[in-house]
């Protein structure tokens, strides 16, 4: 029988993420596991000094601080339901290999991920960090699919959920 010891739950505080992470926290207290949230943070190019009026290396540091805080009031949550959970922050070009450096890195067992859906050109423009962690990850990985809310629905809807 599977039963994994470190899940990992990537969160970019989407509702699906959200979504993701219930899932991920609750697989985390039936198996006893523990559980990682990772969020990765964008790298921004660095200007010459003389052309930028942008100050770059503070922006980062201020979304960094920013995903950190966000992530200990999701620790603290979660480590009150009895949770064992801790956190990282990454700092990527790539969200999906990140995910993936990560997972292997820290030896996780399962990966629970949501996919947000996007298809057509959104998904040609933007491509899809839940399937370059599907394709590329060497641990199992669960993939939930989250509806987007509709008018007059109180709640997304879970209408697929596959493990891959």
Do not use: W
Not at 38 to 67: C, M, T, W
Not at 84 to 111: F, K, Y
Not at 158 to 163: K, L, M, P, V
């Amino acid at each position: 029988m599977f039963s994994p010891k470190l899940i990992l739950s990537p969160i970019d505080f989407s509702d699906p993420s959200a979504e993701a992470l219930a899932t991920a926290a609750d697989l985390a207290s039936r198996f006893g596991a523990e559980l990682l949230l990772v969020h990765a943070v964008p790298v921004i190019a660095k200007l010459p000094y003389d052309v930028s009026i942008f100050k770059e290396g503070e922006y980062e540091q201020e979304l960094i601080r920013d995903a950190e805080q966000r992530l200990g009031e999701l620790r603290q949550k979660l480590s009150e339901k009895g949770v064992r959970v801790r956190s990282t922050v990454g700092l990527a070009n790539d969200v999906g290999m990140e995910i993936i450096r990560t997972a292997e890195h820290e030896g996780a067992d399962l990966i629970v991920i949501a996919t947000h859906g996007m298809t057509g050109r959104h998904r040609l423009a933007f491509g899809s960090v839940t399937e370059k962690v599907v394709r590329t990850a060497t641990c199992p990985v669960l993939v939930l699919r989250v509806q987007a809310q509709t008018k007059g629905s109180e709640a997304p809807t879970r209408a697929n959920a596959a493990s891959a």
